[in-house]
């Protein structure tokens, strides 16, 4: 069974530059989840999304966007970047949703804003 | 808010065992464990529900104190390959997560 898979693995982009990151879940998995993990601040939670819609939403600004298709992959778009946007970007997919079942977490996309 | 880890950081020698604490403010309906080495994905360990049901693999082990929303994770006769960074994730019937900023653990020969 194939796990999360998350691409790119690394990126660079320039201030005020949008990047969108991309997300495959577990097959048969309808829930996505998004964190933002930089050094010392642990996970933040940006969004989940559960058969294409978004249930939750992290306190990030209105930059830091999703949306799921039907076949449950998932986007992540951040637009203007700043600096303090450069951090590693994971997705997790579960069957039910996060905190209700084990999340499978992808290797992430190492965002870095220069 | 986001759940307290402790310690931050722990180093133990083979064999040695290890308690990691994590507390929350607010009710909790789950809490799961997960470990994270360095360069790599967070890998589920537990997961710990209201109501007692407990679900994990490995040998760790954990408890969930409901009433003082407190969680532990035991790790016994620690083994190298338990080195790495361990977060404990709070959650809700919000479809959410709130993870610690996590305990880096050290086993040394």
């Known amino acids: 069974k194939a796990g999360v898979t998350q691409t790119p693995r690394y990126l660079i982009k320039t201030r005020g530059q949008q990047v969108t990151l991309s997300c495959s879940p577990i097959s048969g998995h309808r829930s996505v989840s998004w964190y933002q993990q930089t050094p010392g601040q642990g996970l933040q939670f940006l969004f989940e999304y559960f058969s294409e819609t978004q249930r939750n939403k992290g306190n990030f600004p209105g930059r830091f966007s999703g949306r799921q298709f039907s076949n449950s992959r998932s986007e992540m778009n951040v637009s203007t970047l700043e600096l303090g946007d450069s951090a590693l970007y994971l997705c997790?997919?579960?069957?039910?949703?996060?905190?209700?079942?084990?999340?499978?977490f992808g290797q992430g996309t190492r965002l870095t804003v220069v | 808010q986001q759940p307290v880890q402790s310690p931050q950081a722990v180093i133990l020698r083979e064999g040695e065992d290890a308690v990691i604490n994590c507390s929350s403010s607010k009710a909790l309906y789950s809490v799961h464990w997960y470990r994270q080495k360095h360069g790599e994905a967070p890998v589920f360990l537990m997961i710990?529900?209201?109501?007692?049901e407990q679900k994990g693999h490995e040998k760790i082990s954990a408890s969930f104190n409901e009433k003082k929303q407190q969680s532990s994770l035991y790790l016994t006769a620690s083994q190298l390959s338990y080195s790495g960074t361990y977060f404990c994730g709070t959650g809700g019937s919000n479809y959410k997560l709130t993870f610690g900023k996590g305990t880096l653990l050290t086993v040394n020969p």
């Open positions: 997790a997919s579960s069957s039910s949703g996060q905190g209700l079942t084990e999340a499978f």
């Open positions: 710990l529900l209201k109501g007692g």
